[in-house]
Nanobody, 118 residues
Framework: QVRLVESGGGKVQPGGSLRLSCSVP????????MAWYRQAPGKQRELAAS???????QYQDSVKGRFAISRDNARNTAYLQMRSLTPEDTAVYYC????????????WGQGTQVTVAS
């Protein structure tokens, strides 16, 4: 069983910044795409940002230019640097990883709360 360890959530004022991290402990082979999803109250879970093992990134339109995903493949860790946060960014942020080559198994973190409020 693969376990994801998330950290970095919290409360921040509008315009502030936070950095989330997601680690996959242990020896993991074929770690493919690492991503951050978010779910705001009353809304569906949506992709915020993702990065493939080759470094190809994808961002939701509303976070482009403000969020930056990165990863340290040696540490099996992904980061989400969030800047210029607005109340609309308030959500539970979930780490998601896919492991495999031709067939992928997907794993989710437990989620970390991000609250943007004055």
């Amino acid at each position: 069983q693969v376990r994801l360890v998330e950290s970095g959530g919290g409360k921040v004022q509008p315009g502030g910044s936070l950095r989330l991290s997601c680690s996959v402990p242990g020896r993991v082979r074929n770690l493919s795409t690492m991503a951050w999803y978010r779910q705001a109250p009353g809304k569906q879970r949506e992709l915020a940002a993702s990065m493939t093992s080759a470094g190809v990134t994808q961002y939701q339109d509303s976070v482009k230019g403000r969020f930056a995903i990165s990863r340290d493949n040696a540490r099996n860790t992904a980061y989400l640097q969030m800047r210029s946060l607005t109340p609309e960014d308030t959500a539970v942020y979930y780490c998601n990883v896919k492991i495999g080559t031709d067939v992928f198994t997907e794993y989710w973190g437990q989620g970390t709360q991000v609250t943007v409020a004055s």
